[in-house]
């Protein structure tokens, strides 16, 4: 199984480097797509041959670019349609959710609205305690039946 790893933290963050580790020894190949792409950036990340079998997303604030809240409202929309698109397309999406908002967003409100249609729009949703998976079901109306939760 290959499965694409987007964004690709692996220079300031440990995690997804360790996690394509532990997922080796399954036989799983994680690849990270490197650099911004235009448009539809996770489409045209992936959507290229060879395709891999599976997104798994960690933190989808990357792209929604902007500060100014207009722009990035244009931002979420785009990134929820490219989302759709991917599974159009036949790639399952996975998130894990680190965070609901990210720390410092400018727009905590818009970015609470994205993160619960994400969580609607993906394939399944990992997250790392019983309480993130409590939270992920009362703040973002996942439906827990698609919540797995895999410790750090």
Known sequence: MKVAVLP??????????????ALAQWGVECCFPRGY?????LSR?????PRPDLLHLHWP???LRSNQPA???????????????LRCAGIPVVWTVHNLVTHDTPTPRLEL???????QLVDHLIVHS???????VAVLGANRDKISIIPH
Do not use: H, I, K, M
């Open 71 to 85: 722009l990035r409202a244009g931002y979420c929309l785009r990134t929820l349609g490219d989302v759709a698109l």
């Open 8 to 21: 690709d933290w692996r220079d300031g963050n440990p995690y997804q480097r360790l996690l394509a580790d």
């Open 45 to 49: 990340a992936l959507l290229p041959r």
């Open 37 to 41: 792409r235009r448009g539809l950036p």
């Open 130 to 136: 019983e309480e993130a998976a409590e939270e992920v």
């Open 113 to 119: 609205w994205f993160s619960a249609r994400l969580a």
């Open 61 to 63: 604030t990357p792209y």
